[in-house]
C-alpha cells in the first residue's frame, strides 16, 4: 500500500497528507469499499482522515431479469446489469478512486461479500480508474476496532474460487428459474415462478401436510400410580412393566387393557424393589450459527427468520454504546460453532469474574458441527466483548437487539462454562395382587451444581437428546425393601397425534440436516416463499397454499429429479467443493445443464390434459376428500352425472364438473368441508333481511371465493368478502355492512365535494375528487372521519395524485418475449408492470424493487387476456416481432370469444367495486 500499516495498530488522527502533483493535487489516502452505510461509518471511525470509507449498498450489478443473461451455448457467459441507483454508487467510488492512493475492499467474510468486491474491482477496472494503484482484500469477522485493524494490516488477494463459486450458484438459480417458470406458466396457469432451493423447501412444507392429512389417530392409555412413603411423602410413579412385558408409550391400546390393569392396582400391595441415584452431567451447546440463532429467535423469542437476520445485522454492524461505535456481535452468516483461541480466552476470563472460578472448567471446549456439508469456515456467532453484558448494553439497544444479544451472550458464555451436575434417582416399584405383578418407576432429578444454568436467568435453556420427560424434580427419600401406599390411581385416554406443521425454524433446521442451502440463504428462501403465495404462516405454523402444492405435484411429476433433496445436497456440496477449489464450476454448470435442458424439452410434449390427470391423481386426498356417505368423491354433486376434476383458469386452479357448461359447478380448491362433501357452493346461505329493501340477504361461494349478495339477478348487489373475514364469521349485520358501500365520509372542507370510502379491487380505500387512496383496514372503511380522510387523501396527493404527469419508470425489466420493454411503474393504485398498453397491478406486498421478469410475464398475460387489450409491439421492432406479438394477439381473442355466460356470472361474483 501507499503508507506502512503497523499490525493492530494505526493513527485514526494523522490528518490528511497531500502532494503537488502540477496543477493537480492529489489526496494521500485509501479508499475502502464495505457493503453498507451503516458499516461504513464505525469502520470511518477508526481508520481516520487517510482513509475514505464508502458503502456499494449490497451487490452493484446482477443479471438482467430476462432471457440470455446466462448463455450455456457460450459456455455460460454471464452478463451483467448496473442499475441507476447503483450506478450513481459506483461513480462515486470511482471519482474517489482516481484521487486515491489505492483501493481496500472490505466486504462482509463470505461468499457474497467476495463477490460484491468482485463486482466493484471489475467495474473500476473497466472504467479505467485504478491504473496501477494497489488493491486489497481485507475481512473481519467482528466489527470492533482490533479486528478491523488487525484486518488492514493482513490484507490478501480476492479468492477466486469463492468469486467461481458465486458465480456457478448465481447462474445455476438463472438457468433453473428462467427455464423451469415458463414451464410452469404454460402448462399450470395461475403459478408462480419455481426456484431450485425455494421448490424443495416447498415440497417439505407439502409433503408434513400430506403426512397430516393421511394420518389415522391411535388411541392408547398412560396409567400413574399416586403412591406414599410410610413417612407421608408423595411422588407418582409411572408403569413400565405389565403381562410380563414391557410397557411403551403406546402399549396399552384400550379402555378396557387399561381398566383391568387399573383394578389390578387399585387392589395390590406395593413395595420397593431398588433405588438407584447416580450422578449425571449435562453440557453446554455450541456458540450460535446462522440456523441455530433463527431456530431459538422463533422458538424463544417469536421472531421469524428475516427479523433475526435484520437484528442481527444491527447488531454485528454497529452500535453506539455511548461514544464508542462497536460491533457487539461476530458475523451472523456462518455455519462454524467454534470461536477464536482469544475468544475463548475472554469468555473464560469473564465466567470466572462473573460467576467464579467454580464454573470454569479445567480445558476450554471445543465443538464441531453435525450438519451435512457444514464449511466452517468462520466463527460461530458470539459477542465480541464478553464484558458487555446483556444488562449493562441494555439502556443503547432497542427491544429487539436487547433481546437477541441477550439470547447469543448467554449461549456464547454458557458454551465455555462447566457442565451441570446432577443426581438422578431411580426407584422401581413392584405391585403385587393375587399372583400378578407389575412394575411401576419414580424418577427425580437434583441439580447438585447448575454449571454453565447459571448463565440463564430463566434456567430455560433449550432440552438436550438426552433429557427424559419424566424428570420433573426431586424424590422423596425412598429406602429399598420398605412397603408404599397407595392414594390413587390414574388411568387416562389419549390418542396419537399427527406429526407439527414446519414453523420457520424446524424448516431450518431441517433443510439444514439434509444440506440444502447455506446460511445466508435460508432467510430469503422463506420470505420467498410468503412472496409467492405458496405458504401461509399462522401461529407461527407453515401451512402450504392450494397452488404451493399444485406446484409441488406437477415438479414431482415432471422434474422429479430437481426436487430431490439428496440431489439438491450433492448440488451444494459440489457448490461448496468450488468454493475451495477442488472442483471446476463451468464443468458443473455443464453437467447439470445437459440433464436439466433435456427435461425441460421434454416438456414440450406435454398436453394440459396429461398434466391434469396426474395432479388429480397426486392430489386426490386435497382435490377430493373423502364424502360423509361414503360416495364416490369425483361424482358431482350438482349435476349427478359429472366427474370432478381440475381445471386450470387465468387465476389459477379450480375444481369443476365434466359435465360444463350444462353443469357449472366449480369450487375452490381446498375449499371448505361442505363443497369438499358435495354440497353445491353455488347455493345460497341466507343469512336474514335487509330491513331497508325487504330482499334476502345471502353469503355465497364462487370461483373466485365467498361473496355476500342481496338480492336476485342481474341487479342484485355483491361484494366479496376482505382479507380476514371468515365466511363461518358472516352474519347479517356484517354482511349489511359491506353492501352498504361505498359509504359517505363527509364533504372535504376546501372545495365541498363529497369523501367516500369502499372496497375495491386493491383493497379499502377513501376517494375525493377522482383520488385514491389505500388505508390500512376494511375497519377504518366503516370509522373513518372527516379529518382522517383529508388527511390520508393529502398525503396520497403530496406523493402524487390524479392530476400528475405519467409516471417514470421504477427500473426496467427487460424485453417481452413478444417485443417491447417491460418497466416497473408506481402508480396512482400502487405499483404495476408495464408493457406497451397493458397495465398490471403488482401483488399486494411485493416490493416492486424486487419483481423480476420472469414474474412480470404471467401478470401481464393475465391482464391481457382479462382486458381483451390488443397487444402492440413498437414499430422500432422487426417485422417477425411484430408477427409474434400478432400470432399472440388472435390466440388471446380466440380464447376470450370461448368465454361463456358461466364465466362472465364468475366474475361478477369477485367484485363490483
Not at 121 to 127: E, I, N, S
Not at 291 to 306: E, M, V
Amino acid at each position: 500500500m501507499s503508507k506502512a500499516i503497523e499490525a493492530g495498530k494505526l493513527v485514526a488522527d494523522s490528518g490528511r497528507r497531500t502532494r503537488a502533483s502540477k496543477k493537480v493535487e492529489t489526496v494521500d489516502m485509501d479508499v475502502v469499499v464495505v457493503e453498507s452505510p451503516a458499516k461504513a461509518k464505525t469502520i470511518n471511525k477508526y481508520l481516520g482522515k487517510d482513509y475514505k470509507v464508502l458503502a456499494s449498498f449490497g451487490h452493484v450489478r446482477d443479471l438482467p431479469p430476462k432471457d440470455g443473461s446466462v448463455l450455456p451455448d457460450e459456455d455460460f457467459a454471464m452478463t451483467w446489469k448496473v442499475d441507476t441507483a447503483s450506478a450513481k454508487r459506483v461513480k462515486d467510488i470511482a471519482d474517489a478512486v482516481k484521487s486515491a492512493d489505492g483501493l481496500i475492499l472490505a466486504t462482509d467474510p463470505d461468499r457474497e461479500g467476495e463477490a460484491i468486491s468482485w463486482h466493484v474491482l471489475d467495474l473500476l477496472q473497466k472504467k479505467k480508474v485504478l491504473k496501477d494503484k494497489p488493491v486489497k482484500r481485507v475481512v473481519f469477522n467482528a466489527i470492533t476496532k482490533k479486528a478491523v485493524l488487525d484486518a488492514m494490516a493482513n490484507p490478501r488477494d480476492i479468492d477466486e474460487s469463492l468469486v467461481n463459486a458465486y458465480l456457478a450458484r448465481r447462474a445455476l438459480d438463472y438457468l433453473v428459474g428462467f427455464n423451469l417458470s415458463p414451464v410452469l406458466w404454460r402448462k399450470l396457469p395461475g403459478a408462480r415462478s419455481a426456484g431450485r432451493v425455494q421448490s424443495v423447501a416447498l415440497r417439505l412444507v407439502c409433503e408434513r401436510e400430506n403426512e397430516i392429512e393421511r394420518f389415522i389417530p391411535e388411541e392408547y392409555w398412560n396409567i400413574v400410580a399416586d403412591l406414599k412413603t410410610p413417612r407421608g411423602d408423595q411422588f407418582e410413579a409411572r408403569l413400565v412393566q405389565a403381562d410380563g412385558k414391557r410397557v411403551q408409550k403406546n402399549s396399552i391400546k384400550d379402555g378396557e387393557h387399561a381398566n383391568r390393569i387399573k383394578t389390578l392396582l387399585e387392589a395390590a400391595s406395593y413395595s420397593v424393589a431398588s433405588v438407584e441415584a447416580k450422578p449425571v452431567k449435562r453440557n453446554p451447546g455450541p456458540p450460535f450459527t446462522t440456523s441455530t440463532l433463527q431456530q431459538a429467535a422463533s422458538s424463544r423469542l417469536g421472531f421469524s427468520a428475516s427479523r433475526t437476520m435484520q437484528v442481527a445485522q444491527r447488531l454485528y454492524e454497529g452500535v453506539d454504546t455511548g461514544g464508542e461505535t462497536a460491533g457487539l456481535i461476530t458475523y451472523m452468516r456462518t455455519d462454524g460453532v467454534s470461536m477464536a483461541p482469544e475468544a475463548i480466552t475472554a469468555a473464560r476470563s469473564a465466567i470466572g469474574d462473573q460467576f467464579g472460578e467454580r464454573y470454569l472448567p479445567e480445558k476450554p471446549r471445543a465443538y464441531s458441527t453435525k450438519a451435512k456439508n457444514a464449511q466452517e469456515a468462520h466463527e460461530a456467532i458470539r459477542p465480541t466483548d464478553f464484558t458487555r453484558t446483556p444488562q449493562s448494553m441494555k439502556k443503547y439497544l432497542d427491544a429487539d437487539q436487547f433481546r437477541l444479544y441477550d439470547l447469543v451472550w448467554k449461549r456464547g458464555i454458557a458454551s465455555q462454562m462447566a457442565s451441570a451436575e446432577m443426581e438422578r434417582t431411580t426407584a422401581e416399584i413392584t405391585a403385587a395382587q393375587g399372583g400378578e405383578q407389575v412394575g411401576l418407576r419414580a424418577v427425580g432429578t437434583v441439580v447438585k451444581f447448575n454449571g454453565f444454568l447459571a448463565a440463564y436467568e430463566d434456567n430455560r435453556e433449550e432440552k438436550q437428546p438426552s433429557d427424559e420427560d419424566e424428570d420433573d424434580g426431586r424424590l422423596p427419600p425412598i429406602n429399598q425393601g420398605e412397603a408404599i401406599d397407595k392414594e390413587k390411581i390414574r388411568a387416562t385416554q389419549h390418542f396419537t397425534e399427527p406429526p407439527p406443521r414446519y414453523s420457520e425454524a424446524s424448516l431450518i433446521k431441517k433443510l439444514e440436516e439434509l444440506g440444502i442451502g447455506r446460511p445466508s440463504t435460508y432467510a430469503s428462501t422463506l420470505a420467498t416463499l410468503r412472496d409467492r403465495e405458496y405458504v401461509t404462516i399462522e401461529n407461527r405454523k407453515l401451512t402450504p397454499e392450494a397452488k404451493g402444492r399444485l406446484v409441488t405435484a406437477f415438479l414431482e411429476n415432471f422434474f422429479n429429479r430437481y426436487v430431490e433433496y439428496d440431489f439438491t445436497a450433492d448440488l451444494e456440496e459440489k457448490l461448496d467443493k468450488i468454493s475451495d477449489g477442488s472442483l471446476e464450476w463451468k464443468q458443473v454448470l455443464r453437467d447439470f445443464w445437459k440433464d436439466f435442458f433435456a427435461q425441460v424439452e421434454d416438456t414440450k410434449e406435454l398436453r394440459v390434459t396429461n398434466v391434469l390427470d396426474a395432479l388429480n391423481e397426486a392430489l386426490a386426498p386435497l382435490v377430493f376428500p373423502k364424502r360423509e356417505d361414503g360416495g364416490d368423491p369425483r361424482q358431482c354433486q350438482a349435476c349427478g352425472t359429472g366427474r370432478l376434476s381440475l381445471k386450470l383458469g387465468r387465476y389459477g386452479a379450480f375444481v369443476g364438473c365434466s359435465n360444463y357448461p350444462e353443469c357449472n359447478y366449480t369450487r375452490q380448491l381446498g375449499g371448505d368441508a361442505e363443497a369438499a362433501n358435495g354440497i353445491n357452493p353455488n347455493e345460497p346461505n341466507e343469512l336474514g333481511t335487509d330491513p331497508e329493501t325487504g330482499e334476502t340477504v345471502t353469503l355465497r361461494t364462487g370461483r373466485f371465493g365467498p361473496y355476500v349478495q342481496r338480492g336476485e339477478g342481474k341487479e342484485a348487489k355483491r361484494t366479496s368478502l376482505p382479507k380476514g373475514w371468515k365466511p363461518e364469521d358472516m352474519d347479517l349485520e356484517k354482511a349489511l355492512k359491506l353492501l352498504s358501500l361505498p359509504r359517505e365520509v363527509g364533504p372535504h372542507p376546501e372545495d365541498g365535494k363529497m369523501i367516500t370510502a369502499g372496497l375495491g379491487r386493491y383493497g379499502p380505500f377513501v376517494l375525493h375528487d377522482g383520488t385514491y387512496a389505500n388505508v390500512e383496514s376494511i375497519e377504518d372503511v366503516f370509522s373513518v372521519g372527516v379529518n382522517h380522510a383529508v388527511s390520508i387523501i393529502a398525503d396520497k396527493r403530496a406523493n402524487g395524485g390524479r392530476r400528475r404527469s405519467a409516471p417514470a419508470a421504477l427500473k426496467s425489466l427487460g424485453d417481452h418475449p413478444d417485443g417491447g420493454e417491460i418497466t416497473v411503474n408506481d402508480g396512482r393504485y400502487g405499483p404495476y408492470v408495464k408493457w406497451g398498453k397493458i397495465n398490471a397491478t403488482l401483488p399486494k406486498g411485493k416490493d416492486p424493487q424486487a419483481i423480476t421478469l420472469e414474474e412480470a410475464l404471467p401478470l401481464i398475460a393475465a391482464k391481457a387476456e382479462k382486458s381483451g387489450t390488443k397487444k402492440k409491439t413498437p414499430a422500432k421492432k422487426t417485422a417477425a416481432k411484430k408477427t409474434t406479438a400478432k400470432k399472440t394477439t388472435t390466440k388471446a381473442k380466440t380464447a376470450t370469444k370461448k368465454t361463456t355466460s358461466a364465466k362472465k356470472k364468475a366474475e361478477a361474483e369477485s367484485d363490483n367495486s
